[in-house]
């Protein structure tokens, strides 16, 4: 059973224009969640977190947002950016050090 | 800061051999790292979770006697793929946390590895 998901395999957006990619999750223990950049061939690498006290989490071009009461988070890019093609995964941990990882949803920038 | 380095990036070996792979921490203690496996266009598979000085906790459907993990250290923690098979062909990926309460891992590199 996947407790994190990303629907969406891929999403396509003009360069400077909003990212918005989307999370749910099922298991209502998670406190903490995360976005990771993948590029291929490479390990993930950390992107922002936010805790679940908060429902936003910003940093620089980057803003997560939680929604408790949904199950769901976004990440929003804005304004998007060639450099900003990988694939992006969610992932959620609660009171395990263990993260569980979305399926990753791959976004391309184009000019 | 909060690097990890994983060594080698890539190996090819032949069936029935083992293969070490290394992460380390390169400027932190970590005091868990842990283990992923990644298959083509997949998500990241946790296969173990390594703590130093103590055994590693194997995910269900991970073969301990297959992956052995061994974390000598607060920066060193080894992944040896045992009589690997060519399904045994993937991409392993280690992570470290800070500890402390500090849920965030940090991700090396990756290490492909190909099994003829």
């Known amino acids: 059973d996947q407790q994190v998901k990303q629907n969406s395999p891929s999403l396509s957006v003009q360069e400077g224009r909003i990212s918005i990619l989307n999370c749910d999750y099922t298991?209502?223990?998670?406190?903490?969640f995360l976005w990771y950049k993948k590029y291929p061939a490479e390990g993930p690498t950390f992107l922002i977190s936010i805790s679940s006290i908060k429902d936003k989490n910003e940093d620089g071009r980057f803003t997560v947002f939680l929604n408790k009461s949904a199950k769901h988070l976004s990440l929003h890019i804005v304004p998007s950016q060639p450099g900003d093609s990988a694939v992006y995964f969610c992932a959620a941990s609660g009171d395990t050090d263990k993260l569980i990882f979305g399926t990753g949803t791959r976004l391309q920038v184009f000019p | 800061g909060a690097v990890v380095s994983q060594h080698p990036s890539w190996v090819i070996c032949k069936s029935g051999t083992s293969v070490k792979i290394e992460c380390r921490s390169l400027d932190f203690q970590a005091t868990t790292m842990f283990w992923y496996r990644q298959f083509p266009k997949q998500s990241l598979m946790l296969m173990a979770t390594?703590?130093?000085?103590?055994?590693?906790?194997?995910e269900q459907g991970v073969e301990k006697d297959k992956f052995l993990i061994n974390h000598a250290s607060l920066t060193l923690s080894t992944l040896t793929v045992t009589s690997a098979h060519p399904e045994d062909s993937s991409f392993y990926i280690c992570s470290a946390s800070l500890g402390g309460g500090e849920e965030t891992q940090y991700f090396g590199p990756g290490t492909r590895l190909l099994v003829l």
């Open positions: 390594s703590n130093e000085g103590s055994k590693a906790t194997y």
């Open positions: 298991n209502s223990m998670f406190d903490y």
